[in-house]
């Protein structure tokens, strides 16, 4: 208790509220830039058991914003180094991790195990399944999202309050969502956003303050505004009762995304590297990749010829212009084999237009 005396003392918090994090159980999907801040927070805090959802690595261009990586952790999952950070950080945390991304076969399964969860992804599909799930599981869930310099804020599925879908009841199209990589985010933007996050779940657990629930809040970075809007709940979006056939996820930037470039300077460094082609055999007698070795499994018949991936080595998957492979490592990613996947963004069609 010594700890967190700062905050007990505080009468409106008191130890009961922190008896209160104690025994929740809080699960944020993924590590990334609103990710890092709510786990670092609420680890500080002294919440009980922290669930963490994450299976990508840390890149270069994450440092500007994920400020619990350094330059040491480039190329490591973001799962060991976030979870060997947080157990230093607090010795008393339980933390249950989870080396996969969020996927419609282990949502469900996943959520059950929390009280609260918290979205730290950066796409839509994530967050349409995260509130399908909390809805039939009927949990509330955190959710942040940024852009530039701004950010948003809402807290979803709250004692009966609205839902994701009351605020925005479709997925909206592909050619219609801002890509992070072309858009840019400012490195503090995410860092300010997850930390009220972290605030809305202490005052969800613990009944302190009054939850942002049926308002989003809009986060102006250049103008250091703050505007809230107020929004209503929808009955037939809280009669969900199972998952939608698809959310759509292989489209998105879930997997780990190389460009080929990157790829090709493993290779000049030595790096011994397993290159799947899955394009059609036609396709690749007509032209294959110079440079690099590779083999050719058709996507079609991937799943069935996986023995002879080799599951010691990552595996890295190639097409024409990246949605084949997308799909592969979507496909392969669902049967938990192992190696991490990544797909070649642009495909050989980003290698000829280099190569120009
Ligand atoms: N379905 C999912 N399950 C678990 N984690 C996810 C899922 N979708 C996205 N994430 C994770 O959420 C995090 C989002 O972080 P952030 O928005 O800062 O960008 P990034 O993906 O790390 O980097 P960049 O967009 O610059 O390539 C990432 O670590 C990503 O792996």
Redo the contacts with the bound molecule.
Sequence with gaps: MDRYQRQTVLKEFGPEAQEMLKDASVLV???????IPVLQYLNAMGVGTLGI????VV?I??LQ??VLYTENDLGKP?LDVVLKRLQTQNSNTRFKVFD????RQNALDIISEFDVVVD????F??RY?INDSCVILKKPFVSGA?QGFEGQLSVFNFQDGPTYRCLFPNMPGQAEIPN??ENG?LGVV?GIIGNLQALEVIKVITGRGEALSGKLLLFNGLLQSYQTISFSRCPENMAITSLQESYG?EL???YN?LKLEDLEKLSKEGTTIQLIDVRTEEEYTNYCLPHIKSKNIPLDELLARTQELDLNSPIYILCQSGKRSAVAVKQLEELNLGPTLYHIEGGINRFLTLSQ
Excluded: H, W, Y
């Design positions: 999907v993924g590590a990334g830039g609103l990710g959802v994450e299976q990508d890149e261009t994450n914003r994920q973001k996969t991304f969020l996927s730290g992804t950066d796409n599909p994530t399944l940024i992070c990589n985010v995410p996820m998105c930037d879930v995304t």
